[in-house]
């Protein structure tokens, strides 16, 4: 069994950055793709950035391309996602996901952490 933590969401003004990180515990970190997915009120879930194993295959949303950055730190189990520029439409809650296979934008995930809340005020 995977267990995930998100944090380092908050509340933040439109045109400033949030660096949200998620921690794993239970199996080893490096053999999960790990992917960010957002939910806004009223929306369904939507895919935002997902990185291979190793760090070395990136994938972002149109939404988010340029203004997005995905990692990971094997050594530190955790992964991260840096937004900047941030946007009102931007709120949402954020949660991170492992999955084996490199298929990123399918939400098929097999685990999930339980969201971090990012708020952008214009």
């Known amino acids: 069994q995977v267990h995930l933590v998100e944090f380092g969401g908050g509340s933040v003004q439109a045109g400033g950055s949030l660096r949200l990180s998620c921690r794993a515990s239970?199996?080893?970190?490096?053999?999960?793709?790990l992917g960010w997915f957002r939910q806004a009120p009223g929306e369904e879930r939507e895919f935002v950035a997902a990185?291979?194993?190793?760090?070395?295959?990136?994938y972002y949303a149109d939404s988010v391309k340029g203004r997005v950055t995905i990692s990971r730190d094997n050594a530190k189990n955790t992964g991260y996602l840096q937004i900047y520029s941030l946007k009102p439409e931007d709120t949402a809650i954020y949660y991170c996901?492992?999955?084996?296979?490199?298929?990123?934008?399918?939400?098929?995930?097999?685990?999930w952490g339980q969201g971090t809340q990012v708020a952008v005020s214009s």
């Open positions: 239970g199996r080893t970190f490096s053999d999960y793709v």
């Open positions: 990185i291979s194993r190793t760090g070395t295959s990136t």
């Open positions: 996901a492992f999955r084996t296979d490199w298929d990123p934008t399918n939400s098929n995930y097999n685990y």
